[in-house]
């Protein structure tokens, strides 16, 4: 098979979909990889190592995009590149189409077959891709938190970690995945008071036996996330329901309630944001205030970290990759079910039941759709 990388185009996204390393045991496997020049150059991946693994380096994305049968990236098609899709091309890259109907409606239109690395699942019912972007998403949060709270920044001028007779910086973190658990590891670390909240009693129970003994933990309801949002610093939203949208937990009530210059860093807005006061920015223009809050709702978040995340990512996906160049789509998605549960549009169908129902669009099984 002939397996695409094009370069990602998205504002400041760092990240590449396969290492050097990566096309190298594609190319062993008797594939033919494809990546447009300078794809790595921000992952500090140059075009000689590309060439040294055995793929080929081309000069432009539309010869990716139209040599290639599966087409490999991180961030979801942009405007300018959903003129390369067509009927029956194999897609896997992060899509969150609940949160895009515009990228739905193009991946419907094309009759493209879509995998979202959001929706995968191993066997034992984790989601391997999006785990490891999860944990990058959450420890740069605590970072990012802890930046904007400066004074030059907008922020309190709360330093993270407090002095002798100073008091540390309060951190709320709504939400105990991998998001949440790993943002409240770093904050801990940072020697700021940590809570995290959920609703999900013996996960709460779990946090609290491995977490640093700055994190507590709460019971999440409306009204204990607005008594400690009142008191916070830094707000982390860290809620997934994979392949949905966010819930929305933060209300504009609960945000007038914080402290002029205390921050909310939305994780959750890939996936349309937990905040009613959230949308989306980027990495060029990171922030803006409601309420006297300054808001980071940056929708690639680990795109700012490029060549560690370049390395996770291709060490999460290159299985599937793998998986998807046998040839034999129908019997790949027989022999795994985590594959079907990644198969979010299939010629012109939406074959993932959580993004048509938030999207309010009709369903078909992968067997019908294929």
Known sequence: MIIGVPKEIKNSECRVALTPGAAATLVAYGHKVLVEAGSGNLARFPDAQYKKSGAVVVKSAKEVWQKSDLVVKVKEPQPSETKFLHKDKLLLCFLHLAAEPAVTRALMKSGTIAFACETI????????????????????????????????????????????????ARYVVVGGGSVGEN????????????????????????????????????????????EAFSQADVVI??????????????????????????????????????????RPTTHSNPTYFVDGVLHYCVTNMPGAYGRTATLAYANAILPYVTRLAQGNLKEALRQDAGLVSGLNVCRGK???QIVADALKLPFQSWTQAL
Not at 202 to 226: F, G, H, K, Q
Request: glycine share 10%.
């Open 237 to 278: 939203g860290a809620v997934l329901v994979p392949g949905a949208k966010a819930p929305k937990l933060i209300t504009r009530k609960m945000i007038k309630k914080m402290r002029p210059g205390s921050v909310l860093v939305d994780v959750c807005i890939d996936q349309g944001g937990i905040s009613e006061t959230s």
């Open 350 to 352: 939406v074959t993932n």
């Open 183 to 226: 943002a409240a590891r770093i904050a801990a670390g940072m020697e700021a008071q940590v809570i995290v909240a959920d609703k999900d009693a013996s996960r709460l129970r779990l946090l609290d036996e491995i977490l640093p003994e700055n994190v507590s933990t709460l019971a999440s309801s409306p009204s204990s996330l607005e």
């Open 121 to 168: 699942r191993d066997n034992k019912g984790r989601l391997p891709i999006l785990e490891p972007m999860s944990e990058i998403a959450g420890r740069m949060a605590a970072i990012v938190g802890a930046y904007y709270l400066s004074t030059p920044r907008g922020g309190r001028g709360v330093l993270v970690s407090g002095l002798p007779g100073v008091l540390p």
